[in-house]
């Protein structure tokens, strides 16, 4: 016996709403996440120059390091190299803040999110106000 459909089988609009809700979801996700990517970390800024001296210089202590030195070194490098690779990959931040000014207000207004929250991770005022999110919200 076949089964039975749903009672209520979504319309046409409810899905193209669904679909538009993770369409500008995605587009907020990459746009907080460059952000973050892009955000300075605290101390003195890396260059590829002094990763390479460095894991130039941990190839030269692996031959005399105990076996825990030698672990923390083998660490050490594979954070480098993954460090070395991300300084690499360039992430195009204007082309992602162009996406989310085009859907940042419907999002903050289907999902109730503020003004203060998006500042609040990051999003710059001016970014805001471009998108039309209302600083009153």
């Not at 460095?54 to 030195?69: K, N, Y």
């Not at 660490?75 to 204007?94: C, F, N």
């Not at 162009?98 to 609040?120: C, D, H, I, L, M």
């Amino acid at each position: 016996m076949a089964r039975p459909g749903p009672k209520n089988p979504m319309t046409d609009a409810h899905k193209a709403a669904l679909a538009r809700g993770r369409a500008e979801g995605r587009v907020v996700r990459e746009y907080l996440e460059a952000l973050r990517a892009s955000r300075p970390s605290p101390g003195r800024k890396r260059t590829p120059d002094t990763i390479t001296r460095r894991l130039a210089d941990i190839e030269a202590a692996m031959a005399a390091a105990d076996p825990v030195q030698e672990l923390l070194l083998v660490q050490e490098r594979i954070d480098l190299r993954r460090e070395l690779e991300q300084m690499s990959k360039k992430v195009d931040l204007e082309a992602r803040e162009r996406a989310f000014v085009a859907v940042a207000k419907g999002y903050s207004q289907r999902t109730g999110t503020s003004y203060r929250a998006w500042r609040a991770v990051g999003v710059p005022a001016t970014v805001l106000k471009a998108a039309g999110v209302d600083r009153r919200r």
